[in-house]
C-alpha cells in the first residue's frame, strides 16, 4: 500500500548535510508531500517524544531537538513506513554502521542522540503525526502542531 510517514531532519544534520540527505530521500524514490522548517519549541519537543519521557536521555533529547532547525517531511511511498525506518538505519550510529553502512544514520549521525533523522516507528503513530485519517491509505495531510 502507498503510505505516509513522518520524517524529521534534526539540527544537527540540518545544518550539516541537509542537501546530500535530501538527495538520498528523492533517489530512494519517496514523494516528499510536505515539507517544513522549523524550530522546535522544548514544549513541541516534549510532546513530539511524550513516547519516551522518563528515560534517562530525555531533557538531553528535548534540548538538542530544540537547539535549531529542523526539516520535517511528510513521505510517501509503497511501505512508506518500513522503507524509511531502512533507509534511515538502526538508532544508534555504531551499529548502522555495522549491519547497514548505506543508512542515513550511518553515513550522517555523530552519536546516538544527534542520529540525523527520526521517523515513524509504525503505521499507527505515523497516521497520528501525519494527520492522515483512515486506514493508511494516501492523503493529502497536514503536518499538526508545527
Ligand atoms: P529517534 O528515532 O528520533 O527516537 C528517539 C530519540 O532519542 C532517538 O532517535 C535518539 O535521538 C534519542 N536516543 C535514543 N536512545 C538514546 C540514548 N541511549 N542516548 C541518547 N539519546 C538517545
Redesign the pocket.
Known sequence: PVEHTLA?I?PTAVKEHKDEIMQKVTNAGFIVSQMKETNFTREMATQF?K??EG????D??VN??SEGPSVIMILTKENAVEQWRQL?GP??PDVAKESSPDSLRAQFAQ?????A???S?NKEHALKTTGAPGSGEAQVAPVPGV
Do not use: C, E, W
Open positions: 524529521v534534526k517524544y513516547a519516551h528515560k534517562p536521555f530525555f538531553q533529547l538538542y531537538m534511515m538508532t544508534d552519536d546516538i542522540l544527534r542520529n533523522v527520526h521517523g516507528s
